[in-house]
């Protein structure tokens, strides 16, 4: 009878520790799947035909009067431009432009148009 109680020892997978932290005496938390940090979001990818398309909708809703007093747009201005373009990630293969997509880029197009026309003193 000894002889069937060695085989079966034989036959035991080992147990499996638990993991140990750091801290003494406590255990750690096992890593879980959704731990994991997410994937990374699409950028909007922006074509000089879609810079196009946002200035002269920009400047259209300029025309109705979509700007706050201090000469802004407002966010239906971006909104309008973000349905106007709302087929171009189709083309570029970035992600689907946003009206916040729409106003970064703006306020970058304005940067660029006063870097390269010299208006360094407008430059925030």
Not at 9 to 29: D, H
Not at 61 to 69: A, F, I, K, L, R
Request: glycine share 4%; hydrophobic share 35%; with cysteine.
């Amino acid at each position: 009878m000894s002889e069937a109680l060695e085989n079966d020892k034989e036959n035991i997978p080992p147990a499996t520790p638990a993991p140990v932290s750091s801290k003494k005496g406590k255990q750690a938390k096992s890593v879980k799947k959704s731990d994991a940090p997410p994937a990374k979001r699409k950028h909007a990818i922006w074509t000089d035909n879609d810079d196009k398309i946002l200035v002269n909708t920009l400047l259209v809703q300029h025309e109705e009067g979509v700007q706050t007093s201090n000469g802004t747009f407002k966010d239906p201005a971006f909104q309008a431009a973000a349905a106007a373009l709302k087929e171009s990630h189709l083309l570029s293969g970035g992600a689907l432009k946003s009206s916040d997509s729409c106003k970064t880029r703006y306020n970058a197009v304005c940067l660029f148009f006063l870097i390269v026309n010299g208006h360094k003193s407008r430059i925030r």
